[in-house]
């Protein structure tokens, strides 16, 4: 090992962002490596060689950092890998997947859930959640939330919003889950929800080769099934996607769904594989749904985001 070298580890400067920087910036320390966190503001106004675009980056959450690695400010970052775009721009790669927390969406609450019987407001950023919340409670009104987790948690406090949906790991790890909460068990979560990625430079074998031993296996194949679903369905465009891989003794349970923003219509697939047969699992069961009705779905929502 390379004594001399320090990782600079990149990550956004929310509460939950850094939590997770400092949890691998420990792993890396137990391991004997020097570390440093560089906390990275989202800037607009870094000026780049070439377009954003043409370095394939997408992802709001994780351009400034992808920014920060190719100018060669930091050398890997750390993100909730739900929030991590499906194609990863050029000359940046995933070096390790972390064992995955909570997977499940909460309601967080006032206390009063009477009105799950009637008529009630919620309240998400997510269309996914939206749109499941909306095919359970067609009645209810759903309104827009958006923000780090502790802009959320106060805009609920602040509201008279009767709950708001919320990842149960992201509250967790920063021990902000409240008393008042239900488990979303009939939702199906996000694409890789509850894991936390690293990704580093292609070129940069030092740091690939200190990343990979925090990479937990298990997690990495639920999670790039999921991934592989969400890409095939996609195609590029967002859409109210949920997709849960697990693994019991030697096969791999899959349950992914497709909704309409409205969620009046709703596509799902549930099937089993065996362990060592799932490399194109989550493309297969993507497909079976875009042969159900899924590509007209799909069609339609993009049309529906564009106005």
Request: glycine fraction near 8%; hydrophobic fraction near 40%; aromatic fraction near 6%.
């Amino acid at each position: 090992m390379d004594s001399n070298k320090t990782i600079r580890i990149g990550t956004r400067d929310s509460e939950l962002a850094l939590w997770q920087a400092h949890t691998v910036q420990k792993k890396l320390n137990d391991l004997g490596y020097k570390t440093e966190i560089i906390a990275v503001k989202s800037q607009g106004d870094i000026i780049l060689d070439k377009p954003l675009y043409e370095l394939g980056i997408t992802g709001i959450f994780t351009k400034t950092l992808d920014i920060a690695m190719i100018n060669g400010q930091v050398d890997i970052a750390v993100h909730s890998m739900k929030d991590v775009p499906t194609a990863l721009p050029i000359g940046i790669i995933q070096a390790a997947v972390l064992e995955r927390a909570n997977t499940l969406d909460i309601l967080v609450h006032k206390g009063n859930l009477d009105f799950l019987e009637g008529n009630g407001t919620i309240a998400t950023g997510s269309l996914r959640r939206q749109a499941q919340w909306f095919h359970k409670y067609p009645n209810h009104k759903v309104v827009d939330l958006r923000g780090n987790v502790n802009t959320r948690m106060q805009k609920l406090n602040d509201s008279d919003w009767n709950g708001a949906v919320f990842a149960a790991a992201g509250l967790e790890r920063i021990n902000l889950k409240p008393t008042d909460f239900i488990d979303l068990d009939w939702m199906i979560p996000a694409p890789a929800q509850g894991a936390m990625v690293i990704v580093a430079m292609q070129n940069d074998d030092f740091c690939k080769e200190a990343v990979a031993k925090l990479n937990h296996k298990e997690t990495e194949i639920c999670t790039q099934i999921e991934r592989q679903f969400l890409k095939t369905l996609e195609g590029g465009c967002t859409a109210p996607i949920g997709a849960l891989a697990k693994i019991n003794n030697n096969e791999i349970h899959f349950v992914g769904n497709l909704f309409s923003i409205d969620g009046k219509e709703k596509l799902e697939i549930e099937r089993t594989v065996s362990l060592d047969n799932w490399t194109d699992f989550g493309k297969n069961c993507a497909d079976e749904i875009l042969k159900k009705g899924g590509e007209e779905l799909m069609k339609s929502i993009k049309e529906s985001l564009k106005k």
